[in-house]
């Protein structure tokens, strides 16, 4: 969560469009705290933030990838992550779930197949990438992008997809988000 100004009163809050992790996340905000807020959905989290710093819009959701220019420039202040753990990308912001259990959310990347893929096939996608991933040099890159590089199972991946699907659904339903 980002804000070039003071939050009070009824505002409005930028995301990188509908139905993204960022929306998502605001109306998580929104409605884990009975807030009156807005959606303003823009066409990526570039010109979501670039609102935000223009003061258009006064509160923005997205990535660390996104704002970490802006928010080391002095043109943001980052108020909270809403990730479970504490972004390498801004090691200085804590996370919402620190002093608001109910709202918390990643944004994440994975790999995903077809499927019926073959098994054999998984494994060896699998192996490559968490050897890739592992490699210092690619995860000192995947830092600088913003992003916390994990590597798992496929087992491990799916579980995580099945949670993330029951836990956002249930924001979806409250906030009537709608396919568009």
Do not use: C
């Amino acid at each position: 969560m980002l804000s070039s100004k003071p939050i009070q009163g009824k505002y409005s809050f930028a995301s990188a469009g509908a139905g993204t992790q960022s929306h998502l996340a605001g109306e998580q905000f929104r409605l884990s705290l009975g807030l009156d807020l807005v959606h303003v959905p823009f066409n990526g989290g570039a010109p979501s933030v670039a609102s935000v710093v223009a003061g258009h819009t006064p509160i923005g959701f997205t990535s660390p990838t996104a704002a970490a220019p802006q928010i080391k420039d002095g043109k943001l202040r980052a108020l909270a992550e809403t990730g479970k753990t504490r972004s390498q990308t801004l090691l200085d912001v804590e996370t919402m779930g620190s002093w608001l259990s109910r709202i918390e959310g990643d944004s994440w990347v994975g790999v995903l197949v077809p499927a019926g893929t073959p098994k054999d096939i998984i494994t060896l996608l699998n192996r490559e990438i968490v050897t890739i991933i592992s490699q210092p040099d690619m995860k000192e890159r995947l830092v600088t992008l913003g992003y916390d590089p994990v590597a798992g199972t496929p087992e491990e991946f799916a579980q995580r997809i099945k949670v993330e699907i029951g836990t956002w659904g249930k924001v979806i339903r409250a906030a009537n988000i709608k396919a568009q």
